[in-house]
């Protein structure tokens, strides 16, 4: 099992998306159905990037610092 980084660029707005799942096709698809749960409907989205890959251990995490976002969105 895997720990997936995401970053969703959806009109002007990045944000990321963590998703655990056992391949990266599985990844993609759970980012697809966590995005529809979340606005409640099918967003079209411009770019769906991996960015970090993590074997899911006792410890493992992800820091999402604010700026870090901001600045890609640029």
Partial sequence: M????FEV???IEVFP????AS????AFQLVDEEL????????K????????????RNGN?????GEEMVVSSI
């Fill in 45 to 56: 989205v411009d770019d769906i990037i991996l960015h970090e890959k993590k074997r899911i």
């Fill in 23 to 26: 391949s990266d096709e599985q």
């Fill in 36 to 43: 529809e749960k979340y606005f409640l409907y099918d967003p």
């Fill in 17 to 20: 998306v963590i998703i655990a």
């Fill in 9 to 11: 660029k959806k009109d």
């Fill in 61 to 65: 995490g992800y820091v999402l610092y």
């Fill in 2 to 5: 895997y720990l997936y980084r």
